[in-house]
């Protein structure tokens, strides 16, 4: 076994965490320099690095101004919020790989009647299938299901809530946020966390939500069920209105999320989704091409362009990993059964298209 000490050289195309985008050092050093860990969240300062992040979170994913746009600690704190918050009895989700799985799970724990429509890993959900009862309070989707590489297509989600107006629609979008295009206005709430596509360090989740939502947690918390304590939506949404959240919070995170989405703003985001899609494109046809793969998620339409997941067939899979560490790119493992059969491949923002170019060719030639 080789010891890669060379770490500093490593580009890291796994899933989460991922390469760092590539402005981040530099921002890192200002905040530094401009002692941004050591204000007080209360400050001015900090309320005004708020101000920026929110608005480049906005502006970035076109998200309607009236959707709040709120941090907690990760997405899996979010998975918790939502449920304590967004149903009284019922939730139901679609399953199809490990995050889906713990979303429902979360809502087993808190003791909702969770329900759940699942298919086996690889596959995606065939609307006319799903057996959803009409009365239900909060429908949970996996935008893109990081362990098996499915994603769900936009119209689906928006088909659901033609069928569901009632239901409270909930997007977990953690790895492919801000790929998708999506309609704000045709979901109530949307969350991702900042170690995936956004390219920086782990510890920061961001919650999106509408009016609606704010409506049914206080209609909980009316009722006298609990909707948690610091982290309830009207905790939350009391702090963020002055610019601040109800805890000392990761000041670092949120001020680099900010830098990092205006240096995306800057590049655009049609050019960031441009590029996504080309590099997605090189990466199927290059594992198409190779004997020694094959693409996990049979139907094209289900296809992530974010989390691009392959059986390897002839060797196995840490093999193929560890050959590949050796031209300086890590590719993540199959997740759980997966692990030593597959290969998934991040495909974000920072990953640049030399490296995509590089990895295919070492793909084809695997
Ligand atoms: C990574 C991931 C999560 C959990 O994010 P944390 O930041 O670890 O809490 C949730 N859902 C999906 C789809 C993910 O990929």
Redesign the pocket.
Known sequence: MKNYSNLNLMNFLT??PSQLYFTVEDHIKKALKENICAISHRSKAFQQIVVHTISQIRQLMNIPEDYYIVFTA????IWERIIQNLSIENSYHLVNGS?SKKFYDFSVSLKRKASKYEVALGQGFELADLPIPEQVELLCL?Q???SSGVSMPLSDIYELRKKFPNAIIAV?M??SAPYPDLDFSQIDTAFF?V??CFGLP?GL?VWIFNERCVEKSLALEKAGISTGTYHSISSLIKNIKNNETPETPNMLGIYLLGKVCEDMNRRTIQAIRTEISYKAGLMYYALRESKNFEIFVKEEKFRSKTVIVADVLQTPASTLINHLKEHQITVGSGYGAGKDKQIRIANFPTHSKETFELLADLLIKA
């Open positions: 899933p989460g990760s997405a899996t704190e995050f996996t893109n299901e990081t977990d953690v790895s966390s170690q995936k782990a989740g």
